[in-house]
């Protein structure tokens, strides 16, 4: 992999490569989203840095601390963090950045001002945000500016705030990696949060949060802001309510600088946006929520009168009911303080008064932690606390995002929670209404949490079935909470990346058995968590470019275009070792009575190869006929060809839309010059996918989804349609392709009555 890539060449399935922010401004960009346009230094850049540089087991070998006691975590931060900072950053991999900017400000006729931010490869999953973990450097300008903000934000990976988050978490710090994206600086005169629907409920109104200036001030909560709430079905302004903004955050003009000042008296109470800006912003955040097939969390800022999308992240907050959320509203507790209703749930405790990180110490179990604005470095008292209170901040401030994630209430922007509590007092918190009532109501209880919104209350029952995509073993516990019937796809390509060696390094250095295990246990993290529900794992299908820059991909081959390369089935018949190992992990799961486990093998073309790698499975002492073994359908060859499949005895195939429609139309789905002519729901696309479906429904094949599109309502309702076995999403999707299933069956049902009605 290249250490730097522009953005364009980057879309929604390359998390590995340029992490969750880096991913999602890629695919805004391909698909006409108003974003700033920038580069990415790769995850893949940062891990070669480490490698090269021999740092690699210094860094871990600090991070094995007690991270619950202080001064061990500080201490280890702050040694891993000067290992990163001090290291030299291999010539190359320097040039590649600071050439990168050059060529930026190239393009721009201009030295500009960008905005380097982390994106780490483990950020904006299901259970774990990641909310401020990272290091985020706005106004930089310069090359030597932007290389020392990578480095930073390298280093950021490190904090002691990081490293208490993912070891909480349940993340291996060697494999979470680190790409750093720097994107043109917006000098915005308004910006804010928009959340596409309802942040707990799912409800389809677009909630808008703005304020003057950067939007550092609303995410971070020092500012409470505008808040504007938008019906998304009558495109109609239903709220507005409009905060007395005390102060804001922008570049100053003379020194490029990033400050903060009051806001000049005329702007505090005035209206951030009009009619018509609120009705533009939710219209995009409608349209992204239909790319995207699940609502989205998106930043955003006016420069000028034009409008930037600056990120879109999937909402992961969403729950539907909460157990006591209605409790307080029966007391007859005195409302003492009121704000908004950030995270639901109710709670009684003690109240604890936090003004800096000095008084983390005083919060114990069940406490309510009460502060001006809580930050990343309050997490792990938070997560003691019962209930969060704030001063300021709106539904998108970090005390509020972490709460919803946590599964315990929060009420943000009281204006005088501070002042108004003291320590020792007993309050109730109703953070469903936005209410501190004083003392402990009798009809209050405290709330177990929750845990993150994935773990939906309802599971309507289809005949299609509804299965989970997996990326990561770390998400598994989140992806089984979905309910899902099965995973439709667990990536064993993942798994390697987070390893930072190759599986060539692994072979040579005789290190097989190491490697096998490792391939067993993230699968079987998975498996278990579905057993007895089948878990269908694909086989190695990584590009070449992404082994590169990783520990034994030296000799990795440089291909133009990797997609279209040595990859998938291809390289493990070229490579029967590797793909030995693999057959190997598979026996062992089977041995170990996870019978669920079936193997998918990619990019397949000819049935030749799915022959010639049954015959290594069976060399390898795997029973065919006990373990399922299908293919990807994603090149036209297959798909015009899956008779020869179903006749040498597949038992499912899994369509992966994106790279059939990529191969279909002869489209660069990352090049922007032709990005606007790819679409999952081309007549061409979808006539494959029908055919398939036919002849395998005809002898008994499963079929299946598991690329970005069966997450589409649009589409998932027309797989329906055509009679597909099961649609496989990604976690955040499932109840919404649930829901948009189940509508499509009753509607199938409806019709086929209608028409056996005798006319009247």
Known sequence: MAAVVWLEEVGKDDVAV??????????????????????????????DFITRSGIVDGIFDALKVDVHDPAALNGAAEKAKGLVLEAKVPKDIEEAIRGRYREMCDREGEELFVAVRSSATAEDLPDASFAGQQETFLNMRGEDQVFEATRKCWASLYGARAIFYRVDRGFEHEKVNISVTVQKMVDAEKSGVMFSSHPTTGEPEVIIEAAWGLGESVVS????????????????IVSKSIAAKETMIFRDKKTGETVTKKTPQDLREKVVLSDE??????????????????????EWAYEKGKMFILQSRPITTITKGVKGEDEAAKGSGEVILTGLAASPGVATGEVKVVSGLGDLDKVKEGDILVTVMTEPDMVPAMKRAGAIVTDEGGLTCHAAIVSRELGFPAV?????????????MVITVDGGKGKVYEGRLKKAKSVEPTGPAVAFAYKPITATEVKVNVSMPEAAEAAAATLADGVGLLRIEHMILGLGKTPRYYIKAGREDEYVEELVGGV???????????????TLDAPTDEFRGMEGGEDEPSEHNPMLGWRGIRRDLEEPDHFRLEMRAFKKLHEMGLTNVGIMLPLVQHVNEFRRAKVLMVEEGLDLEKIDVGIMVETPAAALTIDDFIEDGIDFVSFGTNDLTQYTLAVDRNNENVAGLYSELHPAVLAQIEYVVERCNKAGVATSICGQAGSYPEMAKRLVEIGITSISANIDAVATVRDTVARAEKIIMLRALREDQPPA
């Open 412 to 424: 943000v922007g009281t204006k005088s929670a501070t002042k108004t509590l003291s320590d020792g």
């Open 221 to 236: 909560g020092s500012v409470s802001p505008d808040h504007y709430v938008v019906d998304r079905k009558g495109s109609r």
């Open 524 to 538: 079987m993290a998975v498996a278990e968590a579905f057993y007895p529900r089948p878990v269908w794992v694909r």
């Open 18 to 47: 340029v992490g969750g922010k880096g991913a999602s401004l890629g695919e805004m960009i391909n698909v006409g989203v108003p974003v700033p346009g920038g580069f990415a230094v790769t995850a893949q850049a940062y891990r």
């Open 277 to 298: 800006e609120i009705l533009e912003l939710s219209a995009q955040g409608d349209l992204l929520e239909r790319h995207y097939g699940i609502p989205q969390d998106i």
